[in-house]
């Protein structure tokens, strides 16, 4: 299981690369509903720190 720093690591790596989800989580071996729930997991914890 990634770390939340891996998962922060990927998710920043996606926006940057400019692909959709599908293409990069292909590319990278994993799915793309990943990618959107780490995304989301991020936000939520983010708005729980604060």
């Known amino acids: 299981m990634a770390t939340r720093a891996e998962r922060a690591e990927r998710v920043e790596r996606w926006k940057r690369s400019g692909l959709s ?3 990069f989580a292909r590319r ?3 799915k ?3 990618l959107y729930w ?3 997991r ?3 914890d983010g708005a ?3």
Request: aromatic letters at 16%; one cysteine or more; glycine letters at 6%.
């Open 38 to 40: 780490w995304r989301w």
């Open 42 to 44: 991020l936000r939520v």
């Open 28 to 30: 990278q071996g994993y």
């Open 48 to 50: 729980s720190c604060r």
């Open 21 to 23: 989800a599908e293409k």
């Open 32 to 34: 793309p509903k990943q």
